[in-house]
């Protein structure tokens, strides 16, 4: 990166005037090998027929960090209509964004047509509805975007994206990057800052606040002081973005290897209360030392999660939803728990997800995964019995990702590596037996009469048993 000006002080906003020219630097830290070769394809083929074409956002900002971009996104003012002519292999898709899709082999280059923010003090903006939430509801003066698909210049697109550092422009092929907004600065100082007031811009999209923790703690860059304001007064409007993209980003952000940053984060500026409202509450106050140890346990058990993405593991979703409400669950079955009933884990499990996976939209098949890898954890700790079948626990289709909780919890807590490994080592053993065995057992399992089901036991997968055996 070029050292050419000096750092901006971050407390003021000093994005370049609107109108002005980009500033530009050579892109020379930027290794023409690092960039996708079917990206330059299409950009070379665009500027060949006199449209402008870039490199932008995302990729531009990683290749710039050094690290490795997950995908190379291109930006254009030639039309979606424009493109299909130039492209043969190109697809539009999308109906609120319009976009083609380039294709090479099973590969894509996405490829937008520049756009500008709507314009929200004109009535006569085609393709915004302002003030309108999902329901339809909302104030006239409401800054929430429901729609975005206006075209505009390069400088337009740049000015509606969300923060400095993620509206850079490369051209391959002269070789520069071109900063509209401040970005090259502010990733030079590690500052990440919206582009324009920051209480317009959370308000208009408040998803922004989850972007900016998860770009602060992934490239462990500072947020900038009125940015960091926003996302406080705006935490609350959260409960106005659309709980599907909401979840979305609480998994990213999960998979992300800075979970333990990401969550705390969250809860500082007022956002974990508005999205995960059970666990906010479940790691109650300061002042109370009994919510201080919950707290202090769930930190690990995300510290934990976090060692495991870096060897290499993501967690599927309903590891992530298991992780998230286990010990809320728990605690709350123990509560609930009469006298000599034991806590009846699965029904308290699904009261307290389902309205959470249904106003996100999880799907099903991944809520009920999530009920059973929660009912599940008690297996790996219980004594044994004659009724349990550990041939089938183990060959049930959720043992391994209830496993996987199982792990998170014992490095979490420091303790139950033993019997991690011996289920562990059960289930390889398993996956070498011979189907009659597996038959014979099922058999088995059939065949013994069943005692009085335990409350809320209809999840079971495997098979009547009702009190799990000690591993190996
Ligand atoms: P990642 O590496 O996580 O994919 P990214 O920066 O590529 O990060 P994307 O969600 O893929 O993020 O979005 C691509 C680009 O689109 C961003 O860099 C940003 O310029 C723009 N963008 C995405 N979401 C928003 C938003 N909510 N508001 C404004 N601009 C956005
Ligand atoms: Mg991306």
Known sequence: MSHEEPTRDARTSPEP???????????????????DQDALRVISRLQRQGFEAYLVGGCVRDLLVGR??????????????????????????????RLAHITYGNRIVETATFRREPDLSSPDEPSVEAGLDEAGEGTPDDLLITQDNVFGTAEQDARRRDFTINALFLDPTRGVILDYVGGLGDLEAGILRTIGD???????????????????????????????????????????AAPPRVIEEVLRLLRSGTALGAMRMLRACGALRVILPEVDAYLGDRDDAAAQERADSFWRLLEALDSDVHAGFSPTTPVCLALLYLRIIEREAEIAASGEDPPDVVATAAKILEPVAQAARVARRDFSRALRIIDRQRRFTQPTSRRFRPLLFVLGEEFPESLDLFRLRSAARGQGWDLYEGWRARREMALQAKPEEIDAERRAARKRPRRRRRRGGGAEGSGPAEIPSTPP
């Open 17 to 35: 005037a609107s109108g002005s020219a980009p500033r530009t630097i050579p892109a020379e830290s930027i290794p023409l090998a690092r960039l």
């Open 68 to 97: 490795m971009p997950k995908d190379f996104d291109v930006a254009t003012d030639a039309h979606p209509r424009q493109i299909k002519r130039f492209f043969r292999n190109a697809r539009i898709i999308g109906r609120r964004f």
């Open 198 to 240: 920051p209480l317009v811009r959370m308000a208009e999209d408040p998803v922004r606040i989850l972007r900016a923790v998860k770009f602060a703690t992934r490239l462990s860059f500072r947020i900038e002081e009125h940015t960091w304001e926003a996302m406080v007064a705006l935490a609350p409007q959260l409960a106005r």
